[in-house]
């Protein structure tokens, strides 16, 4: 890799960030980083998920929380768990790799069935379609209570994955007063990040990434050149889903329990703003954007008591959600690259 | 089931002004405004403010009415205050990224990051839903349907909305211009039409319409920080169902929308799933899309 000034500008904002975390906060510096990380690494997975579709190939999604969720949730309904108002246990289930396995299809194919109708069309469409699936997920998910839980969620079913825990991971968790399971999905996080970005970037170099660059840039010369355009963007749509999948996986076994609310539009949109923070079209740059993102909103606590005296929960939600709207208008203005996005990469003008 | 179209109808008739004003906008600037959702929330919002005691935790005013609380004045000053936010939005911030020619993919995540800004800043005004100072009526019987003489009275307004805008549109000198500037921007200005100033009086107009379906979908329910983005997905939808761009699509498709949301209520699957009345109508949408992408009024132009 080579390292260029937008790339050490880019490391040392981030550093300089984490930085400012230990220069705000005077005790407890370690578990607040920590949170911060797992939180980072998560997000960070699905914008790099986002930016498959949205940098790569120009598709406009702005339902990734369902993606997200619908991997969770299959996940979690095949291990096993207890749903509901009254708590019903189901302890037989799947192991939980083969459980994450099918999961992650499932959401990719999720992605399958929303792109069937939208991805022929306008790019605006698409923007529309997938907001209004996330919407139909969210309210089935509350509806089918007997299976989901509905807005009683899901719970216990942590253990499936934490067996798997290694020592080391609970010698770190208690050197340094850390949840150990936290610890082993920030682990796994940002194993998965490494692995998914290996992977991306074998295949953006390979002839199918370029494709899908042209597509991005000029649909119809690629379909001059006789390369299915509808079903690259598909394959695109299927891959980035199977990344948020994971990602909601992830966040479910963060949280140890899911809700209606677990995923809500609110999480699509802060994808959004890492993703374009960090850099549309770049593979790392989400990482970054992340990190950074997760910075701002840990201090959010900090700004809202500057507004308010005594700020409740609900207020500092409101002045977290006013910066990630700001964060994305600005940045979508006077930087739509974001942090390390080529801007000759970037054809926001998309047909 | 006649009261569920009774309220199919006046659901139809908010989502009908929204659309119309949504599919004016996109046709004239080609932006997909997901903020238009908050400017509807403003209009209700504004007509509370202005018309009652309201209480608000960001700017600590207990009683505020200035206009003797007068509804009908509210009202009025409320969509006049839409329509300036909608010149603002246009002038300060769409024109100079017009101008800047920035890409339509990018306005439009432009406006996501609005909605959400303004949305959470009507949040630290006030989070609880309230409800305008109205007295409660007695459900009465028109033609068919039961509705209060409140609501009856939004249903004839809203007709009468947009009785006057589909005549604005095809009888006016501006209205003209608008269509003209919709089918062809460049024609437009060669023709003489300033298509600056075309704009802008669409975003006005359309914000003004909006704000006036919030104080609608508030006199019927009640003000809430996000009842904009509660109701935006129902706009989209009756909007794509009628051809996006198109006036009088969007009237149709908004009716049916709302009509769909009511009474799919009643089907028999639905039973007891009343809270997942939306997704129908969503659903609907998404087929659409997959078997006639240019709505039911469109006109079939490449949209791929």
Known sequence: MKFSIKGSLTIFLTIFSIFLVFLLNEDGEIPILFNLLTFAGIYGLAAIGLNVHFGLTGLLNFGHAAFMGFGAYVTVLLIPHAAGREGVVITTGLPFFLALLIGVISAALFGLLLGLPAIRLRGDYLAIVTIAAAEIFRLLVRDLESVTGGVYGIINFSSSLQQYRLGFIDNFASSNDLNPSQVFVAFLSWISIVLVLLLLRRLTNSPWGRALRAVREDEDAVRALGKNAVWLKLQSFMLGAGIAGLSGVLLAFNYGTIQVSTFVPILTFYVWAIMILGGVGSLTGPIFGSIIFWVIIGETNGIAQLIFENANGQQIAGVRFVLVGLLIMILMIFRPSGLMGKKEELLLDVK | ?304
């Open chain 2, 1 to 304: 089931m006649i009261e569920q179209l009774g309220n199919g109808l006046l659901l139809g008739i908010i989502i009908s002004v929204a659309s119309v004003a949504l599919s004016l906008l996109y046709g004239v600037t080609r932006i997909v405004n997901f903020a238009h959702g908050e400017i509807i929330a403003l209009g209700a919002i504004a007509t509370l403010f202005l018309s009652s005691p309201v209480d608000s935790r960001l700017l600590f005013l207990d009683r505020f009415s200035p206009l003797g609380n007068n509804f009908y004045i509210s009202v009025i000053i409320s969509v006049i205050f839409c329509g300036l936010l909608g010149g603002i939005l246009e002038f300060f911030l769409f024109r100079p990224l017009r101008k800047a020619e920035v890409g339509n993919i990018a306005v439009l995540v432009v406006t996501i990051g609005l909605s959400l800004f303004l949305r959470h800043i009507y949040m630290l005004l006030n989070a609880k839903p309230q409800n305008f100072p109205l007295e409660l009526q007695r459900r009465e019987t028109y033609l068919f349907f039961d509705m209060t003489p409140r609501n009856f009275r939004v249903l004839i307004l809203g007709i009468i909305v947009m009785v006057l805008i589909g005549l604005f549109l095809n009888y006016t000198r501006i209205g003209k211009a608008m269509r003209a500037v919709r089918d062809s921007n460049d024609l437009a200005s060669v023709s003489g039409i300033n298509s600056d100033n075309i704009i802008l009086f669409t975003w006005i107009s359309s914000s003004m319409l909006a704000g006036l379906a919030g104080v609608f979908q508030a006199t019927i329910n009640d003000v809430r920080y996000n009842m904009g983005f509660l109701i935006l997905l129902l706009i989209f939808a009756g909007t794509v169902l009628g051809g996006i761009g198109t006036s009088f699509g969007a009237m149709v498709g908004g009716f049916i929308i709302g009509i769909v949301v009511n009474v799919s209520v009643g089907l028999p699957f639905m039973e007891g799933h009343t809270e997942a009345k939306n997704a129908v109508a969503l659903a609907i949408m998404i087929l659409i899309l997959l078997f006639r992408p240019q709505g039911i009024f469109g006109e079939k132009e490449r949209v791929s």
